[in-house]
């Protein structure tokens, strides 16, 4: 049991922080590839380095896909894979869970750091 616990806590970490939300977010519905710099506009606030890292991360855990565009100009672009297209209903609801509750939970942690006495 306890090694089921860790293999999901283990890919639950791989897809649950926000670098990966918002880089899987940044996909529309037609789920076509995007090119490295444009994935950073959509993303934004993130570093080119950070950025690279996280698609490494993703391509090795095949969720994304590499692809590399050789023509007149050399060009990188990353697709969703059909593993990474699973992901969609569950970030989905996430998201449209975090926007309903958001407010709620602010207002939460107010009233919680205006009254709450730890020592």
Known sequence: MEDEIDLV?????????????????????????????????????????????????????GLLERRVQTGGVL??????TPLGQTLREPLSVWYDWAQANAEAIDRCEADFDRTASFS
Request: net charge positive; proline share 2%.
């Open 75 to 80: 060009a990188v672009e990353y697709a969703v």
């Open 9 to 61: 806590q283990r890919t639950l970490e791989k897809v649950t922080n926000k670098w990966t939300i918002r880089i899987l977010c940044a996909y529309s519905e037609d789920q076509s590839p995007i090119r490295f710099n444009e994935l950073k506009r959509q993303v934004g606030g993130i570093t080119q380095k950070v950025l690279s890292q996280h698609l490494r991360r993703l391509v090795r855990s």
